[in-house]
């Protein structure tokens, strides 16, 4: 079983700055993922990251201005998020992929999911 844990969340002016961490505890997760989801919405892909951290992926929305990485001897991944806007506002979930393979995008390919940190940026 594993579980992860997000933290770095938080209030922010637009044009500020956060950087989110997730600890991983229990079973080797592989590739790893960033999430949101805003009121009403549905939960979108941020960010992914593979085993190595070579490989990586991100939405056109945060492309520029959020990075992704991870230290595998700490089981912890970051994003760090520059330039917020308002419509950066989220709970911010962290996820991870049970199996090796390719990097993926989908909510549905992810096996573990933290409970999520929320991000508020103020206009």
């Known amino acids: 079983q594993v579980q992860l844990v997000e933290s770095g969340g938080g209030l922010v002016q637009a044009g500020g700055s956060l950087r989110l961490s997730c600890a991983a505890s229990g079973v080797t997760m592989y590739a790893m993922g960033w999430f949101r989801q805003a009121p009403g919405k549905e939960r979108e892909f941020v960010a992914v990251?593979?085993?190595?951290?070579?490989?990586?992926t991100y939405a056109d929305s945060v492309k520029g201005r959020f990075t992704i990485s991870r230290d595998n001897a700490k089981k912890t991944v970051y994003l760090q998020m520059n330039s917020l806007k308002p419509e950066d506002t989220a709970l911010y979930y962290c996820?991870?992929?049970?199996?090796?393979?390719?990097?993926?995008?989908?909510?549905?390919?992810?096996?573990?999911w933290g409970l999520g940190t929320q991000v508020t940026v103020s206009s």
């Open positions: 996820a991870g992929q049970g199996r090796f393979g390719p990097i993926r995008v989908g909510p549905l390919d992810y096996d573990s």
């Open positions: 990251i593979s085993w190595g951290g070579a490989a990586t």
